[in-house]
C-alpha cells in the first residue's frame, strides 16, 4: 500500500511539473513594483515567490485562456486520475551506477528492435512515450549503517565514546542498507502501446541482470504474462460513517476507480429515503 501510494504521489508531481512547464510562458504572478513574473523566474522576487501556492493549480484549471490549454488538459486528467499507466517495477541486482532517468529511459527504449516488436504487432515507442522514476529507500546515510557512526557511553566510563560493533547490537540486523526501485510508467493508456512498454522493459531488466519485476497486474513477470491492461471491470466500494460504522451499502467503481455518486449523495438518500 505504502508503494502504491508512492508511486501514485510520484506521478501527480510528474504530471503538475509537466503543467507548470507549459503554463511557464503564459501564466506570471505580480512580483515587487508591481511587476508580472513568470513561475520559473518567481525563486528571485520574493513578493511573487509568497504568491507561489496552491491556488495556482486552480487558477490555471479555471483559467480560459488559450495559451493554458494544454496545461489545463494536464491539470483536468490529475483530477480525473487519468494518470500514467504503470508499466512494472525491478531493483538493480548490483549497487547504482548513478545512470540518470532520462539515460535509463534510453536504454530502455534500445533494449528492442522494431523487428522485435512486429512479431507480437505491437507499435514501436519512444523515450517521449515513457516515464522513468528511480525511487531510494535508506536509513539516512546511503549504503552505509548509520549505528556505525554513533558513539555510545557507559556507565564505568561516562567521559568516554566507545563504537558498538555489529555483533554487539544483534545478530539481525539488516545486511544491506539501501534500496532502489526502477519504475517505469508508459504515457499511451491503450492497451498494445501498454504491453510494447511492458516487452521494452523486461528487456531492459533481463539485459541489465535486474531482479524479475513486478507487472502491473502485481505479480512477477514472465516471458508469457499477460497483463489484462485497460480492462473494464466494477469493483464493490464499502462506504463507512467516520465512526467506522458501515452504512450497509455496496457501490461500483468506474474503470478510473472513481465513485460513480458522490458519498455525501448515498448519505443523503439514507437519511431522507423519500
Sequence with gaps: MCLFVCACVCLCVCRIT??????????????????EVRLSESIDDMVAYTRLTDQVFQQILLSTDPNLKESREILEKIERRQLYKCVGQTQPSTPSKKL?????????????????????????????DIVVDVVSF????????????VRFYTKDKPN??????K?????????????????VYCKSLDKKSLKSAWKYFITWCRQQDCITPKCA?????????????GEEREEETHFTTPYGTPYGSTHKADNGGRHKEPICGEVVKKLFPN
Excluded: C, W
Aim: aromatic share 6%.
Design 18 to 35: 509537466e503543467a507548470l512547464e507549459k503554463a511557464n510562458e503564459h501564466f506570471f504572478l505580480l512580483g515587487s513594483n508591481g511587476k
Design 100 to 128: 540518470s532517468k532520462d539515460s535509463i529511459a534510453k536504454l530502455v527504449i534500445s533494449s528492442l528492435s522494431p523487428e522485435d516488436l512486429k512479431a507480437d504487432e505491437l507499435p514501436e515507442l519512444t523515450v517521449e
Design 138 to 149: 535508506d536509513y539516512g546515510m546511503g549504503d552505509q549503517n548509520p549505528i556505525d557512526h
Design 160 to 165: 568516554v565514546a566507545v563504537k558498538v560493533r
Design 167 to 183: 555483533d554487539q547490537v544483534s545478530q539481525m540486523l539488516p545486511q544491506k542498507f539501501k534500496e532502489e526501485n526502477v519504475r
Design 217 to 229: 497486474g502485481g505479480g512477477e513477470a514472465d516471458q508469457s504474462s499477460d497483463l489484462s491492461f
